[in-house]
């Protein structure tokens, strides 16, 4: 019998987006369709959804959420076709951008009680009450702002749920009285349920109570477990373990070198002439010197410190004589954002920077850049360095996460049996950054070294199918039980 499931996201690509958890749900549901599991999304309708003209919407169903009206629409996703309930009421309609923060940069004041609302609609979905002839076995809820729904479902037989940690640092937590005005059962109010230090947390809802805890990659679902990186939930999240799981991310079809419509020439391993050219594009795009014998390292994405963007800035005004570019995509922290701006302007010849949000730029900067650096001080996955790693642009990583489980260190060992895909560095500071530029330039400087680096990490096949197998495997064992 077919599986069905209700997949809760605050984000998915392409309808709105601000980092990887959008691409995961954009594409895992897409993948598990094509597995033949009755996968349907629940979304709120933000007043920015990017919906396309020929994409309609239909009213479902008017609901009640604690004396509030919401209405349920339906949609589907453009390419996938996969289902898309939204959730619609005007505190997500009325507002345009960012989903999270108004245009201050801070968090809409309101956030707790609108996902909370967005959760008790899912939830309302996922017990049949909106649609009473699709009750799902499973329900799927990601990050904090779902958090609440296997919260809200763990008394009830069914469905069972699954909670995915994108990213610990985010937990959404808020004070006692945001509990009391938000309704929800006092039964929730203790240290193994949502109470967390005298505050609630939203993400306890989902690690407190799912049946299984997944994170997007195993190393990362080990870190968690320890003080460093569990942010408080470690001790939590050691008492789950047996719930607890790591399953890695995949790429999306969007993102592949041979059909990518951003590039001037598309590319393969057999045959990498084309980032010869999609690089001199870039460099003439960018206003940097067009130069073929310069290494050109590339980074997108968001600027904070998560991603070690105060490092990659100190580094850059540390160069010295080095003799390489490097190009840069992405917003994020106010402060960051201008010091790289200041860098680009102070030494132009080697430094671009673009302040915003730029799909076509990411693609032709992972298509003409020669390397990617990603130095986070944690990820639990990352996406940019597996389209890095199928683009050939060789990746230049700090060993945490998903990082540490998807490149392969250019060792001489792993250089000489043809292992390495990419620089990884072993701790983190400015001068590791430096060390990896030139342990990169060094790599670059031997062009036959180099194109066996990138066809090695162009052999590397991330694609949804094998993370969707594994996602299935989990549903059918918690719905069986
Ligand atoms: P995170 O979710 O922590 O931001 P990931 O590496 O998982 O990190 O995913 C980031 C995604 O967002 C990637 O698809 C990346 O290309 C994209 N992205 C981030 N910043 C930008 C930007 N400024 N312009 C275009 N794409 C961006
Ligand atoms: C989070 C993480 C990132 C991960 C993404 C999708 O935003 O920071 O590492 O790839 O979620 O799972």
């Known amino acids: 019998m077919s ?44 007043g920015d959804l990017a919906l396309r003209d020929e994409q309609t919407t239909e009213h479902v169903a008017r609901i009640d959420v604690l004396g509030q009206p919401v209405d349920i629409l339906q949609t589907s996703m453009p390419d996938s076709g996969v289902r898309v309930y939204l ?121 407190v109570f799912a049946d299984r805890i997944t994170t997007v990659s195993p190393t990362y679902a080990r870190e968690i477990q320890t003080p460093e990186f569990g942010y408080g939930l470690e001790g939590l999240l050691r008492h789950r373990k047996d719930a607890l799981v790591g399953i890695l991310n995949g790429i999306g079809s969007d993102w592949d070198p041979a059909h990518d419509a951003a590039l001037v020439t598309p590319y393969t391993a057999k045959d990498l002439s084309g980032k010869a050219e999609n690089k001199a594009a870039l460099q003439k795009e960018l206003g940097l010197p067009i130069r073929a014998e310069v290494p050109l390292i590339v980074h997108v994405g968001r600027l904070i410190e998560q991603k070690g963007t105060d490092l990659v800035i100190q580094a850059l005004s540390m160069l010295g004589q080095r003799d390489v570019q490097f190009a840069c995509l992405g917003s994020g922290e106010g402060r960051f954002e201008q010091a790289l701006r200041a860098r680009a302007e102070a030494d132009p010849e080697r430094i671009a920077v673009r302040i915003g949000y730029d799909e076509g730029l990411a693609h032709r900067l992972e298509g003409g850049g020669d390397a990617f650096i990603m130095p986070s001080r944690f990820e639990p996955c990352g996406l940019n360095q597996l389209y890095s790693l199928k683009y050939g642009t060789v990746p230049i990583v700090h060993s945490v996460g998903g990082l ?78």
């Open 3 to 46: 599986l069905s499931v209700l997949f809760a996201t605050s984000e998915a690509y392409p309808l709105m987006k601000t980092g990887g958890l959008a691409d995961v749900s954009g594409a895992l549901p897409a993948a598990l369709t094509e597995l033949g599991v009755d996968v349907r999304l629940v979304l709120p309708r933000y």
């Open 87 to 207: 959730v619609d009421h005007p505190t997500f309609s009325a507002r345009q951008g960012n989903p999270y923060m108004g245009p201050d940069g801070n968090s809409w004041h309101d956030n707790p009680d609108r996902f909370a609302l967005f959760a008790r609609a899912a939830v309302a979905l996922a017990t049949g009450d909106v649609v009473p002839e699709w009750q799902p076995d499973v329900v799927h809820a990601n990050d904090w702002q779902t958090g609440l729904i296997p919260a809200l479902l763990h008394e009830a037989e069914k469905p069972h749920t699954v909670f995915t940690l994108h990213n610990l640092a985010y937990q959404g937590v808020f004070d006692r009285s945001t509990f009391e005005r938000l309704g929800l059962p006092w039964s929730l109010w203790r240290a193994d349920g949502l109470e967390y230090w005298g505050n609630m947390s939203f993400i306890k809802g989902g690690i």
């Open 404 to 481: 540490a489980d998807t490149v392969t260190p250019a060792t001489p060992a792993n250089l000489r049996d043809g292992k390495a895909t990419g620089v990884v560095m072993n701790h983190l500071d400015v001068n590791a950054i430096l060390w990896a530029f030139d342990q990169f330039t060094e790599l670059f400087n031997r062009p036959e070294r180099l194109q066996a680096v990138r066809q090695q990490a162009m052999s590397q096949r991330y694609d949804w199918d094998a993370s969707a197998r594994s996602y299935l495997d989990l549903y059918r064992e918690i719905s069986t039980r």
